[in-house]
């Protein structure tokens, strides 16, 4: 298949070329597409075909259900088979945004989207492209991040060209994201709610709307193997680049000691050696190649730099990466959800 490449700048929205994509995606084809957190790959949530094109692109496990992205909340209508009070005031709060909520679903959506659960994870997301793209489109469109599957999700089109040119029909390049990691996913069928997948929304900003908000148990430590996961997608290593990860936590001047102690032994060891830095200890580093994700005040800006970073190490064929550990607060918790996984829950107490 013929990957077609469509650059689109976002502060230009003269995107006359936009309807094309539009229309493939009406027609039964695969569009990726930037939005806020992450480039999606996109097919017409109503086709059973086209959906099943996801799955094989990404060559993505058929249990593992997507999300639902619409332009409007009347779009919601079809998809679910009701829509709660606490519903309505998380889409007033957050939508358009970085949330997807897991609500009933109808019987328009085919199992196939939902992995044959009777839930559907639907999201508005708020970037322009993304927006005006379901809207031309006028259908509701399935979207798993835009990776082959297990790869670290893409924040730029040019790893979504890495993972699936030839694969699908169109990937339009709107440039770097801003949020940089997935979503957050909030069961909102629970009582209370529970959020399956920490990301752009914090569980701070849900309490201050809901009061009291679950978390799974899951989130930090990976799923337990006599355990069903309430998310299928928590099951799966996810968000992994080629290299070994391997997270260090504790007191910050141990985390550094620890980390120096272990890239020097790698380097002894001529293992190419990548360090996950941030701004407070990046000097402090003398062996392997630092990259430095941003400052501990500015969880935003680590979280946008983290898969970013993870396919860079790719790219230089790095074998191990040493990630520093950040607090667990605010951004904080989707970004220890997605290092530990990356890391197989490789996890180093110092
Ligand atoms: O930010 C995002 O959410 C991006 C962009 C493209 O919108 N999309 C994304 O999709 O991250 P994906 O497929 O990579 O992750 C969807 C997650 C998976 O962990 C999946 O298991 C979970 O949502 N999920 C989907 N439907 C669900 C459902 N009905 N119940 C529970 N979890 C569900
Ligand atoms: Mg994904």
């Given at each position: 298949m013929k990957t077609e490449i469509i650059k689109l700048d976002v502060n230009k929205p003269?995107?006359?070329r936009l309807d094309y994509a539009a229309e493939v995606l009406g027609n039964g084809g695969l569009v990726a597409f930037p939005t806020e957190t992450v480039y999606g790959l996109g097919?017409?949530?109503?086709?059973e075909k086209a959906v099943s094109g996801i799955f094989k692109a990404k060559g993505r496990p058929s249990d593992n259900p997507l999300i639902v992205h619409i332009s409007?909340?009347?779009?919601?209508d079809k998809l679910v088979s009701g829509i709660s009070k606490r519903g309505c005031m998380l889409m007033e709060e957050?939508?358009?945004?970085?949330l997807t909520l897991v609500m009933p679903k109808s019987?328009?959506?085919?199992?196939i989207v939902t992995a044959g659960l009777n839930t559907v994870a639907v999201r508005m997301p708020s970037h322009p492209i993304a927006l005006a793209l379901i809207k031309k489109a006028g259908i509701p469109v399935a979207a798993p991040?835009?990776?082959?599957?297990?790869r670290p999700s893409p924040t730029c089109a040019e790893h979504v060209i890495d993972d699936l040119s030839g694969k699908v029909d169109v990937i339009i390049d709107g440039g770097r994201v801003e949020v940089g990691l997935e979503s957050t996913v909030l069961d909102i069928i629970s009582e209370p709610p529970v959020i399956l997948r920490p990301g752009g929304v914090t569980l701070e900003q849900l309490r201050q709307l809901l009061g009291a908000v679950g978390t799974d148990p899951?989130?930090?430590?990976?799923?337990?193997?006599?355990v069903i996961p309430r998310?299928?997608?928590?099951?799966y290593r996810h968000y992994a680049p080629r290299a070994r990860v391997i997270v260090i936590e504790g007191h910050l001047d141990k985390v550094v000691e620890e980390i120096i102690r272990l890239s020097v032994k790698y380097e002894e060891e001529g293992v190419r050696t990548g360090i996950l830095a941030t701004d407070e200890t990046?000097?402090?580093?003398?062996?392997?190649e630092i990259v430095s994700l941003g400052s501990r005040n500015n969880p935003g800006t680590i979280a946008s730099n983290l898969f970013h970073s993870l396919r860079y190490f790719d790219d230089r064929d790095t074998e191990v990466i040493l990630a520093e550990a950040v607090e667990g607060e605010g951004m904080g918790l989707a970004i220890m959800n997605r290092l530990n996984k990356a890391s197989g829950y490789n996890i180093v107490r110092v």
């Open positions: 003269d995107w006359v097919a017409n949530a109503l086709d409007a909340v009347n779009e919601l957050f939508w358009p945004g970085p019987d328009a959506v085919h199992g991040s835009a990776n082959s599957s297990g899951s989130l930090l430590t990976g799923v337990a193997g006599n998310s299928p997608g928590m099951k990046r000097e402090r580093y003398r062996t392997g």
